[in-house]
């Protein structure tokens, strides 16, 4: 079956299943993101304030307590407070010490350093009047190898008078969100495995080759859905090994950019034939900044993942040059694809005339598409999102609008009625020929038997006669030696 003969269930859909279809899809997201608003707070946030006489630095000291593998990193923030009725801008130094300890109740000489000497970090701030400055991460510690943490902090600066209010926040995963995450990640894993169980019994009469190139990418994204959801996820918890958590950003990473390659080539490939999607001129182009961004990407992470294992005072990364540049490189590349997705969109739409049975196909799913985009740039990074901070609703409604858009897709994607029943038909005829075929071997053979006991019988004949024929004739030649016996005894009486 041809590509462009083979129809799926949304070329057969009218108005009313469209609509359907999007209702149940808007459903699932908004459930989504109830039952994420109503999850547990992600964070567990505790504070100290510090108020210094000291006119240019100011030094102090504060401890997070009954950590565990739960609650998976921590983070301390510093903010200086701004009485003063003018704005400031100026430079303050960070001098930072992180102790160690897993004694039920440490003392003074129970908590081990986690560096060799304390790290000095210098940042500009800007403070508008009787108002917080610019707040810092002084301290990241991306893996708790420890149940408590001490932190020691002088903080300076040139200005008089200084800050004499400080304040640090210290936050770190809330265990009942750990155990939240963790379940809904592996409802969504099973709900997957059971739609590729689905898709693949629906599809296996269709070979790969006549797959249309939806159903093709769509066979690659269910996959990379499971990546998504993250079966490796509890890994991160217990282990405190960067290479896990580098394996769980390349398998999330490798879902989302599989998803723009997605966009991309099916947007673009509907306004092509088959024959003209090859390698060279209609994926290579697009796989080139694909790649290219996938590499910056995990180049980045692990460039800032073992940053902060070596440094838990957190230096930014950002102010080393490299990193700037493979930054820009980054969203360069992606810049570069969303304008190729814009632009193959517009064209789309000007050649949609063109496509034939694939116009209700194309608009279902550049609509769709960009319905996905706008409500994760919306949604997800806006003001809808931020209003509900400190709750799962952001974790949840990823991961509900990329497994309903994937799930809802391929079902759309499936082979049509029709399509189905053809195959079925087809395969019905090939297993009558096959035992048509089948009957008429067996008759061959018992029509062979037969003859071979007719030729054997034939035979057993033919042998037959044929010693019956020699006998005769041995019984002839004895006959003719007694007549010539009796001729010669008559000649000799004669003679006599």
Not at 11 to 28: I, R, V
Not at 125 to 145: A, D, G, Q, R
Not at 471 to 480: H, M
Request: charged share 20%; hydrophobic share 40%; proline share 2%.
């Amino acid at each position: 079956m041809h590509e462009n003969t083979m129809s799926i269930k949304a070329d057969s859909w009218g108005t009313k299943q469209f609509f359907g279809f999007f209702f149940f899809f808007l459903l699932f997201l908004v459930i989504g993101i109830a039952v994420g608003s109503r999850g547990p707070g992600v964070h567990q946030i505790t504070t100290n304030t510090f108020n210094s006489d000291n006119q240019k630095n100011s030094s102090f000291s504060f401890s997070i307590n009954n950590l565990q593998s739960l609650n998976q990193y921590l983070y301390c923030d510093v903010f200086l407070l701004n009485k003063e009725s003018i704005a400031i801008k100026t430079t303050v130094t960070y001098s930072v010490r992180i102790y160690g300890s897993n004694v039920e109740k440490p003392g003074d000489t129970d908590w081990s350093a986690l560096t060799k000497q304390t790290n000095v970090h210098k940042r500009s701030i800007t403070c508008s009047p009787h108002k917080n400055c610019t707040e810092h991460t002084i301290v990241y510690e991306p893996f708790l190898n420890y149940k408590h943490y001490k932190i020691s902090l002088q903080v300076s600066t040139t200005i008089s008078p200084f800050f004499n209010t400080i304040y640090t926040e210290s936050s770190y995963i809330s265990d009942k969100m750990a155990i939240f995450e963790l379940v809904w990640r592996y409802v969504f894993v099973m709900i997957t495995c059971i739609c590729i169980a689905f898709f693949v019994k629906k599809t296996r009469g269709v070979k790969f080759r006549a797959f249309t190139i939806e159903q093709k990418w769509t066979t690659w994204l269910l996959f990379t859905l499971l990546f998504l959801n993250g079966p490796l996820y509890p890994l991160t918890i217990i282990s405190s090994s960067a290479f896990v958590r580098i394996l769980h950003a390349f398998c999330t990473g490798l879902f989302f950019f599989s998803i723009i390659a997605f966009w991309l080539c099916v947007i673009d490939g509907l306004r092509y034939q088959k024959v003209h999607r090859t390698f060279c001129k209609f994926y290579l182009p697009k796989f080139i900044p694909l790649i290219i961004m996938f590499i910056c990407f995990m180049l980045l992470y692990c460039w800032n993942i073992f940053h902060e294992k070596n440094d838990p005072q957190y230096e930014d990364v950002s102010d080393i040059p490299g990193f700037t540049i493979v930054t820009f490189i980054f969203i360069a590349a992606i810049v570069l694809l969303f304008l190729w997705i814009i632009y193959s969109s517009v064209r789309g739409c000007m050649d949609v005339k063109k496509l034939q049975m694939h116009r209700k196909r194309f608009y279902f799913f550049f609509w769709f598409a960009i319905f996905i985009m706008i409500f994760s740039i919306i949604a997800l990074t806006g003001n809808l999102v931020s209003k509900l901070k400190n709750t799962a609703v952001e974790f949840l409604s990823t991961l509900t609008i990329f497994n309903s858009y994937i799930l809802f897709f391929s079902y759309a994607s499936l082979p049509s009625s029709e399509t189905l029943d053809h195959i079925k038909s087809g395969t019905n005829i090939q297993t009558t020929e096959f035992i048509d075929d089948l009957e008429d071997g067996l008759d061959q053979i018992t029509d062979e038997e037969d003859q071979l006991e007719l030729i054997q019988k034939e035979d057993e004949e033919d042998s037959h006669v044929e010693a019956i024929s020699e006998e005769e004739e041995e019984d002839g030649d004895y006959d003719d030696d007694d007549d010539d016996d009796d001729d010669d005894d008559d000649d000799d009486e004669e003679s006599f």
